[in-house]
């Protein structure tokens, strides 16, 4: 069974500092369809990273993502106060279909 | 704006069906695949079914294959989620999702609804 494991499950840390968010697959996979969403709570998902390193339309150039094979990270390089929220992973691994990693709740410290 | 606005949700008891649909606007609708998610209350993102933009390709998540059917109506724009045998397990917020890529069944998920809450219990 494909997994996408995201650490930490929880992050704290103060706006202004660095954030690094890691997605581990348990095999390895196509960067291609490698993407990070963030969720704010009563909201739904929005799309930031897809193909592992590419922002999506609007997406501030404070993120940033990388990563290759089985580990990838996003990276928020100064936090500004809107950006604590939840962070998914998502691939595309064939059958059945996609997977999302089980999420880092990025909290205010 | 592009857009998409689900309905149909609401309370079932199990072995019950409900049927989702999901209303899109802002884009062409028919060259886009789509996709529903779900998200449990207090859960993570969970992919439910998808299908391409003419419905050649059409994908289940295991834990709804055989019980789900996705279909769409692209002269309608619209999106739908048949749901049978319904578990207590079904039980959370479904979105529709647009992909990114013109015709592509492969992609990041770039539009979502704001999603339709099904709560299955008796």
């Known amino acids: 069974e494909f997994v996408l494991t995201q650490s930490p499950g929880t992050l704290s840390l103060s706006p202004g500092e660095r954030a690094t968010l890691s997605c581990r697959a348990s095999?390895?996979?196509?960067?291609?369809?490698l993407e990070w969403y963030q969720q704010k709570p009563g909201q739904a998902p929005r799309l930031l990273i897809y193909?592992?390193?590419s922002r999506a339309t609007g997406i501030p150039d404070r993120f940033s993502g990388s990563g290759s094979g089985t580990d990838f990270t996003l990276t928020i390089s100064r936090l500004e106060p809107e950006d604590f929220a939840m962070y998914y992973c998502?691939?595309?691994?064939?059958?059945?279909?996609?997977?999302f990693g089980q999420g880092t709740k990025l909290e205010i410290k | 704006e592009v857009q998409l606005v689900e309905s149909g949700g609401g309370l079932v008891q199990p072995g019950r069906s409900l049927r989702l649909s999901c209303a899109a606007s802002g884009f062409t609708f028919n060259d886009y695949a789509m996709h529903w998610v779900r998200q449990a209350p207090g859960k993570g993102l969970e992919w439910v079914s998808g299908?391409?933009?003419?419905?050649?390709?059409?994908g289940y998540a295991d834990s709804v294959k055989g019980r789900f059917t996705i279909s769409r109506d692209n002269a309608k724009h619209s999106l739908y989620l048949q749901m049978n045998s319904l578990r207590a397990e079904d039980t959370a917020l479904y979105f529709c999702?647009?992909?990114?890529?013109?015709?592509?069944?492969?992609?990041?998920?770039?539009?979502w609804g704001q999603g339709t809450m099904v709560t299955v219990s008796s």
């Open positions: 998502q691939h595309y691994g064939g059958s059945p279909g996609y997977t």
């Open positions: 193909g592992a390193s």
């Open positions: 999702a647009k992909v990114r890529l013109v015709g592509d069944w492969i992609a990041a998920f770039d539009v």
């Open positions: 095999q390895s996979v196509t960067s291609y369809n």
């Open positions: 299908l391409s933009w003419n419905s050649g390709t059409i």
